[in-house]
């Protein structure tokens, strides 16, 4: 079963979606998942970038399927006078407006948020941008790579000693649509008290900023720069990859009670006794040392026997999974968190579905497919009473 437009929390909502890429196409199809209708404007002839980025399947941008499943397509050129009516018109309908335009892109056009508020003052205007609207950096181009290292992340990530490592995901770009989609929300929340609609600016810079965790507090703690220290945790001991007889799985004890625990299933309950390790702070001070005397042990074993001691006796732990491994993992499927969208040119093409569950809403296994290129300009201009202006 497919789930519609119209179907959701933000069911009744229609977003204007002048995105391209990944940031905002992410926001927008956090909307779209939520159940708001999202109108996706591109550019005449060529659309949004994206549509040319691989991996393609029978001619189809793969990247471009799994972020714009469920959307409406209409090209138009801002340019030109039939467009922007087309434009104004979707605007006069709209509730909000998202755009990832460098700043001053949209005020050249005539639509920047002074100009839209005053012609329409209900409508939400969610601008994300690599360095936001305000501030010295406001009119550079960014992508992912940029705000990564810009913002701190890139040097918190790989081994100690390494170089640093770009996260192997968008973060830079993932991050700022997931804050834009919640700025979008809470707007839309102070809208339903006030009739006003409001501006949400959102840089991928501030994003990064925004998810360094407690880097920051042990920089102004210690006075210490922090850097990469590969897969444990800074004040959290132990907390860490360990090595398997045939692997490795990731241990979590993040309290002393979870500590014990994890003593009695590898069988060395002196480590609970020793000194070295018998707080959390001397766990993480001796962290080396610890290591060194849990992997001795669960080297002995393969993966999947210390998964089960330690999961029968309430210690967090995991496997490394590839992502492979991921797409057939029982609990990811049972969440629906493996969805297909229904695309002609890619069959049953598998994407990530919505982490946000619902009691008074479905969460199917099945999506609608993304639009091809002004594929919905015909019934577009239809519904807005305009007419087809094709010959």
Partial sequence: MTEPAGKGPLAGIT????????????????????????IKVERPETGDDARAIGPFVNGESAYFVSLNRGKESVALDLKEARDREIFDALLERADVLVENYRPGTMERLGYGWGALHERFPRLIYAAVS????????????????????????????GEPGGAPTRVGTSMGDITAGMFTCAGIN??????????????????MLDSQVAILENAIARLQASGEVPGPIGSRHPSITPFDRFATSDGALVIAAGNDALFTKLCRVIERPDLGHDPRFESNALRTENE???????EDTTRTQPTAHWLDGLAEAG??????????QVLEDPQIVAR???????DPALGGFRVAGNPIKYSDHEDPLQRPGSPALDADREAL???LGLGDDRD
Avoid: W
């Fill in 315 to 324: 210690v967090p732990c995991g496997a490394i999974q590839n992502v492979a």
């Fill in 186 to 203: 809470a707007a839309l929340y102070e809208r339903a008290q006030t009739g006003r609609g409001q501006k949400v600016d959102v840089a």
């Fill in 130 to 157: 690599g360095f936001g609207h305000t501030g010295p950096y406001r009119e550079r181009p960014a992508y992912d790579l940029v705000v990564q290292a810009m913002g701190g992340i890139m040097s918190l990530t």
């Fill in 288 to 294: 080396s040392a610890l290591k060194v005397e849990i």
């Fill in 381 to 383: 201009l239809s519904e």
């Fill in 336 to 342: 629906n968190m493996v969805v297909s969208v229904e």
């Fill in 15 to 38: 977003v204007v979606d002048l995105t391209r890429v990944l940031a905002g196409p992410y926001c927008t199809m956090m909307l779209r998942d939520l159940g708001a209708r999202v």
